[in-house]
């Protein structure tokens, strides 16, 4: 059993068969199937825990509560609702949100009700646990462990949603009261932390190769660097509310204060001290820029990824990643925007330019400028009218396929990297490249052009095979500057990874023109008459976005709020 998230249907199945109850795991605990049953001995024990796993990890793609597909990932991306990437398809979320924003009732925003489920099957497990007389108890508290970091993982994620949340610190059962009022934010950072420093505490650095997949000390120390960069950026960490109500406790702290970045600095700190110390996690740096990102955000297992969701992630029947990164997939797809195509450099480091709106260049000039670009960008896209850089002969270009009309200036296909169709890939949920710059971003904002901070950010641009920033250059000898350097920077290497949709949020820059509200802009191309030979391209607008102030954070549920035990965020 290689991956454990990878053969969780098998296993499911198993245990259901030797319960006479093959759908227990999808309903409370019932007087059939009691809680004696599930936690009389391992197999069944564990056979509950990898399927709490597979409810709370985040997989990387948006859940929905409408459509055909009912609860499932509805062909779309976060990417596609900032300005990371496009899509045409009119029927998507993202092209919902990113045309008309996020609505109380629109039954989007990651399905906040459906986070409750995998936080019940935490608590249970935690209750019943003790209970398996065979399992040691050494395993048990490791065991505790896991669904403490995968607790403070899943409320981590609902911090950069919503702001504080409900807490549930303890077993509900169903004479509770179970309309638990939002605690504050630094209510609902600090129980994270906690979380995240217990399970830190008794979770093993590495396991053997078949449970890869399973919390680590090092997942625990990721998910408490990630949420505290996040309270210590400016959506939380303000003086002034992006937008001001008496209820500010709960998506903000009272007051600014800047010992929140020192604090960020050093958890993220402690991950990449983690790394060296255990061993087996380390940045891919092998001196070829190409192959190193192409193994780090593409291999199975790699030595830079500290956490993946390994369960098969479907939409309708297909696989998650060829609706929205296999080539050519006729109703699907992800293109990059021009403002993101900006962000990347040349190989040489240097900036590659790209035609004014309505100036007309020849093809060959976009060819040639693609090929130009850093291994980066050419990992994560391939041209119109060329054969994808990292998977050429799997996905050769046809002139019938899309050829870059559709709102996009190259199709995305990170994540591919000799990629044969698979029906499973991992999705990097912490990955080490992130906490070098989570770090540098940190301690820059606490220690102004400190050192350590460019370290940090030459960690990445040496693997990317780009020249070494230095604080004696006038270009990056500023705070501020160091500061763009390095968002410009995780703009980059964490394309498609889930994080600049929120990173431009917390840094309250998303109503910045062209970020996610409009203008946005795309190349377009023209055929000769016969539509066998690409001729020239130029810039245009693309479709209008919306962009409204309450949008930096998401809207609870209306049909929760009306209960009367939940307040809704400001804005809605």
Known sequence: MKHILRYLPLLIIAFAAASCNKDFLEKPIGADVNEDTIFSRRVNAE?????????????????HSWGWGGKEPYISSVSQTCDEATSTVG???????????????DGTGDLF???????????????????????????????????????????????????????????????DNTQIPRSTLKETVDFIVKLCDEAAAVLPDNYDSKWRGRMTKGAALATKGRTLLFAASPLFNTDAPYINSANRDLYSYPSYDATRWQTAADANKAVIDWAAQSGWCKIINTGNPFDDYGRATSDYDNAEMILAYKGKITTWDKDGFQWWYEPFDWQGGCKMTLQALKFFYKQDGTEQSWPAVDEHRLYSDYSTRMDAM?????????????????????????????????????????????YQGEHYKDWPIFRLGEFYLNYAEALNEAQPNAQGAYDALNVIRSRAGLPQILI???NYNTQDKLRQAIRRERAIELYGEEHRAFDVRRWLIAETPGVIGSPFYTFQFSKTADKKTLVDYYTMESPKRAWYKKLYLYPFPQSEVNKGYLIQNPGY
Do not use: H
Not at 48 to 63: A, C, N, Q
Not at 396 to 412: L, Y
């Open 47 to 63: 056979t509950f825990l990898w399927d709490t796993y597979r409810r709370i990890l985040p997989s990387g793609f948006p859940y």
């Open 91 to 105: 029927w998507s979320w993202a092209y919902g949100i990113a045309v008309n924003g996020n609505t109380p009732t």
């Open 113 to 175: 009700t459906s986070k409750w489920d995998g936080i019940r099957k935490a608590y249970i497990f935690l209750s019943d646990i003790d209970k398996v007389s065979d399992i040691p108890q050494a395993e048990k508290d490791q065991m505790k462990g896991e669904v403490k970091a995968m607790l403070a993982l899943t409320y981590s994620e609902m911090l950069k949603r919503w702001g504080g949340v409900p807490l549930v610190k303890a077993r509900l059962y169903a004479t």
């Open 374 to 418: 850093e291994a980066r960008c050419r990992q994560i896209v391939y041209p119109v009218g060329k054969n994808p850089y990292n998977n050429p002969t799997k996905y050769p270009w046809s002139i019938t396929g899309w050829d870059g009309n559709d709102g996009g200036v190259c199709r995305v296909t990170k994540f591919l990297y000799n």
């Open 472 to 474: 004696t250059d006038p």
